[in-house]
């Protein structure tokens, strides 16, 4: 029978066995039709960037092609692409945002 010092050191070896989950990036990719404006307003309102810094990602992805807006948990990062797609096409654009991992 292990004494409670015993079942906390057991304890405390799992949690330290447990990996931390692991991590997504969110990236928009260019693309010729979707409004520059229409980008910058989506990395504002689902990535909480202000307007200079949406500013800077949006140019990023324009001149690059892809770009990250943030990294995230699984379920966040599905959750931010599923919102930004519908969005997207809510308003006839063809904006395309992905997550692959970090
Ligand atoms: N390339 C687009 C334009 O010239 C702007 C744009 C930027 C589109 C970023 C998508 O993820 C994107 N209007």
Do not use: W, Y
């Not at 770009?67 to 797609?85: H, L, S, Y």
């Amino acid at each position: 029978m292990a004494t409670r010092k015993q079942n906390e050191a057991i304890l405390e070896a799992e949690r330290a066995k447990i990996a931390p989950p692991p991590m997504f990036k969110v990236c928009l990719l260019n693309d010729d039709f979707t409004p520059m404006d229409f980008v910058v307003i989506v990395l504002q309102k689902f990535f909480g960037m202000d307007r200079e810094q949406a500013t800077r990602v949006m140019l990023q992805v324009h001149h690059d092609g892809k770009g990250v807006c943030g990294v995230f948990p699984r379920d966040i990062a599905a959750t931010k692409v599923e919102q930004v797609c519908s969005f997207s096409r809510q308003n006839q654009h063809p904006l395309a945002c992905v997550m692959e991992e970090a």
